[in-house]
């Protein structure tokens, strides 16, 4: 079983680069360890913008296979609003 990456609860340009650094330090520590995608918890997500999301879209250009495993309501609006539903819309129904 791997071990979720969990998105701070701001999701914000104050906080993308603390974010960022953390995010590509476990991807470096997760990735080639299984042939399982890494998996990436926005569940206590409260408050997200656009920056916060480019941070998820840079790692999908990077080549790294992920996916959304839990997520808030405020993150799936964000997701939404922005084109990104996709990322969501695979979450199980009592979520998304």
């Known amino acids: 079983m791997s071990v979720a990456f969990e ?3 701001e999701l914000t340009i104050y906080g ?3 974010t960022r650094d ?3 330090a476990w991807v470096t520590q997760h990735s080639g360890k299984s042939d399982r995608m890494l998996e990436i918890s926005a569940k ?3 408050e997200v913008d656009g920056s ?3 941070l ?3 790692l999908s ?3 790294v296979s992920w996916q959304l495993v839990e997520a808030s309501s405020a993150f799936i609006e964000a997701c939404r609003t922005l084109g990104l539903g996709h990322w969501v ?4 129904s009592s979520e998304a």
Do not use: K, T
Request: hydrophobic letters at 60%.
């Open 7 to 9: 998105l701070p609860a």
């Open 16 to 18: 993308a680069l603390e």
């Open 22 to 24: 953390a995010l590509l």
């Open 44 to 46: 206590e997500v409260a």
């Open 52 to 54: 916060g999301l480019q």
């Open 56 to 58: 998820l879209a840079a």
């Open 61 to 63: 250009n990077m080549e």
């Open 89 to 92: 819309d695979s979450l199980p």
